[in-house]
């Protein structure tokens, strides 16, 4: 793909996306054909944000968790109460790199 | 966080190692610490999805089907859950297989089509108002 297509579609990503893939997504895009082009544009990314938020709001419950699509390990916390209340407190500070990588990964089915 | 096998595993592990723990200590731990393990009632002294499973997994090892079933359906699939996922991962591990990393993606993927997901939160909801008539 053209370098300056490259460099929008990053600028507008790049706070989807795990700060340590960004270099890398950067080569695999300019690498890849621009067949890839419209496809790229109809990935929805799930916002980090919205992620704390859930998980601020509603971690106890897994949303968060399934928000992500992570759906097996949001039945695991929605069954035990959040992981008795620890794996709630330990996911407000992870969730939004999870979020991050689940959206590398969408990526990366495409790419 | 792309689930794989070696990440998967090792955090089930720890999972149900903690909820074995957690068995052992609960019956004093929530006179001692005023903990009892559950987030929603701490703050808002609502009881939530799953309250009353911790009961329900003690009953449950202790032959008390009915009453686990009582004291909350969940902790009947959680005593189940406690049993099964240790076994099948150490059995896959031992033979280096990974088939139990393959049904839990099958699982992830049949429960985000819509219709087992509505069944699912529904049951959760019903499950949640009853918890409301028995704990409330």
């Given amino acids: 793909?053209?370098?300056?297509?490259?460099?929008?579609?990053?600028?507008?990503?790049n706070k989807y996306l795990p700060e340590s893939q960004i270099l890398?997504?950067?080569?695999?895009?300019?690498?890849?054909?621009?067949?890839?082009?419209?496809?790229?544009?109809t990935i929805q990314f799930k916002d980090p944000t919205i992620a704390l938020i859930l998980s601020l709001l509603t971690g106890e419950l897994g949303i968060d968790r399934f928000y992500i699509g992570d759906t097996g390990l949001g039945i695991g916390k929605l069954i035990?109460?959040?992981?008795?209340?620890?794996?709630?407190?330990?996911?407000?500070?992870?969730i939004m790199n999870a979020t991050r990588e689940k959206n590398?990964?969408?990526?990366?089915?495409i790419l | 966080m792309r689930l794989s096998r070696g990440r998967l595993y090792p955090l089930l592990l720890l999972l149900t190692a903690g909820?074995?723990?957690?068995?052992?200590?609960?019956?004093?731990?929530?006179?001692?610490?005023?903990?009892?393990?559950?987030?929603?009632?701490?703050i808002?002294?609502?009881?939530?999805p799953s309250c009353g499973s911790t009961r329900a997994v003690y009953a449950a090892f202790h032959g008390e089907w009915l009453s686990a079933l009582?004291?909350?359906?969940l902790g009947l699939l959680l005593a189940v859950l406690m049993v099964v996922i240790p076994i099948w991962i150490l059995i896959d591990l031992f033979l280096g297989a990974s088939s139990f990393l393959q049904a839990y993606r099958?699982?992830?993927?049949?429960?985000?089509?819509?219709?087992?997901?509505?069944?699912?939160?529904?049951?959760?909801?019903?499950?949640?108002?009853w918890n409301f008539q028995k704990y409330m």
């Fill in chain 1, 80 to 94: 035990t109460c959040g992981g008795l209340g620890i794996w709630t407190i330990i996911d407000w500070f992870l």
């Fill in chain 2, 70 to 73: 009582y004291y909350n359906p």
């Fill in chain 2, 106 to 129: 099958l699982m992830e993927k049949k429960l985000q089509c819509w219709p087992y997901a509505l069944a699912g939160i529904v049951a959760i909801l019903i499950n949640w108002i």
């Fill in chain 1, 24 to 41: 890398f997504i950067r080569e695999r895009l300019l690498a890849a054909d621009d067949s890839k082009e419209g496809f790229l544009h």
């Fill in chain 2, 44 to 48: 808002f002294h609502i009881p939530c």
């Fill in chain 1, 104 to 109: 590398f990964e969408r990526l990366l089915t």
């Fill in chain 1, 1 to 13: 793909m053209e370098q300056q297509k490259v460099d929008m579609f990053m600028m507008m990503n």
């Fill in chain 2, 19 to 42: 909820g074995y723990l957690w068995l052992f200590v609960s019956n004093d731990s929530s006179r001692a610490f005023g903990w009892s393990g559950c987030l929603i009632r701490y």
